[in-house]
Structure formats: C-alpha cells, structure tokens
C-alpha cells in the first residue's frame, strides 16, 4: 500500500500526485517508470516517475484521465492509498556531459521531460528545453522546467501561450539557428516522437525516444510492449523505454497503440453507467 501525500490538479484531466515510495525513490533514476495497480482487481498500468525526493523517501507521479484506470486513480485524495506500485522498472536515460542538447515534451511527455532536462543540466550540458501544450489552460511545471533548463521555449497549439505552433515548429528554427546541437531527447504522444525523429534524421543529430508502447508486466515477460527498432523486436520495458527515434518503426507502434481502442471505450462506458 502506498499513501497519496500530496494530490494536485494540474490542468484539464491532469493530476499530479505524491507517493510515500521510501524504496522506490531510494534507486530511481531519471528515464525510469513505475506498474501501477489501483485495486485488486484493476489492470496494470506503466507511469513514469516524474520526481523523486531520496531524502524524504517520495515519488511523483503525473497523468491525464483517459481511460477507466486513470479516471479510477483520480477519484483518490490526500491520505488515500494505491495498493501497488512496483518499481522503478526500465533502464535509466543515458545521460553523460554531451554538450548542448535539446529536451523536447509534449502534453504530459513534460513530466517525464523534467528530471532527465535537470539531471543534464546537473552534468554541466547546455540544456534548451522546448515544451508545448493544447493551451494556456494546459501549460504545467514550467518553472520546474525554467529551473532544468538553461533556455526554456514554451509553444501553444493555439497560440494562448508562448509561441504558436507545436514542437516541432519551434525545434524547426532551432535548428536552424543552433548548429551545436549533439544530442535531442523527445517525449510525448507517439505522433509527436516520430515528428521530431523524421526532422532531426535530416541534421544527423542523435535523437532519444521513450517509447509509450501498451504495457502489462513491465518485466519482459508478457510481451505485449514489443516495439520493433533496427528491424529487431524490443520489449520496451526491459530494453527500454529509451530508444534511438531514428530506428523506432513508429508506424507499427501506433498501429498496435490503437489496438485496444475499441475495449478500451467500452470499458469507460461501462464504468460511467456504473457498472
């Protein structure tokens, strides 16, 4: 059982919450994930640690109500509990004194974007951060990522806030302007990834993905986050969840994204009408 400490809403269907996780916070590492099982009979489902304190023994934890279980783990307060969080699982983002890099996150691919930004900007890299969001009224954590970053651009689909345009509008000019890039991390919807690999595959600049393949077990055992990169199937859990974007088949990863779609819509149906 681990005790919700603290529960924030960040934005429209985006919550935020603190978890008393001592062991797990202990070992965590930027890049890394957690299983999450909200009841006993509930599906298991991967989240990404967004922070961890090893010093008060916490974790955070950031998602957005999309399916029966996210809307299930948001219906739980300050002082509730999740019976299982089993982690951090996943191998931990390569992160090493490259230079000037470039972090890119999307919606909520932001929470995962900000300990990796700091952790490199803890290793002396020249970090531009490049976070972008629906609207105003979705922009989260960006004094979190000011503070990880040494140059923060921020980009609105809209326009409400910061540039307008998505992501990848504004990686286009940096591009352009920065010519010492070595190295580029990006995450956020699958869509969003492949986006940015099929931009920075023309510059030759090294690109790293995390991959939101469905997810079970998150061990290696199941098999059902099998991704192909290289040409090979990886399991994106045990292999993962960092890739290199200029390999990932990002085409068969949406496909087998939207496999459950279906199930998934009935489900929350079901559970609206309370059943």
Known sequence: MFKILKKEILG????????????????AEPGQFVIIRVSEKGERIPLTVANFDRVKGTITIVFQKIGKTTYLLAEKNEGDFILDVAGPLGNPTEIEKFGK???????IGIAPVYPISRKLKEEGNDVISIVGFRSKDYVFWEEKMKSASNKLLIATNDGSYGEKGFVTDVLG????????????????PAVMMKAVADMTLKYGIKTIVSLNSLMVCGMGMCGACRVTVGGETKFTCSDGPDFDAHQVDFDELMKRLAVYKEEEQIAMELFKGGK
């Open 12 to 27: 429209p269907q985006m919550v935020s919450m603190v978890l008393d996780a001592k062991s797990i916070a202990k070992i």
């Open 101 to 107: 890099v470039v972090c890119v996150g999307g919606g």
């Open 173 to 188: 000019k940096l591009l352009e302007t920065e010519k010492d890039i070595v190295r580029i991390f990006a995450i956020g």
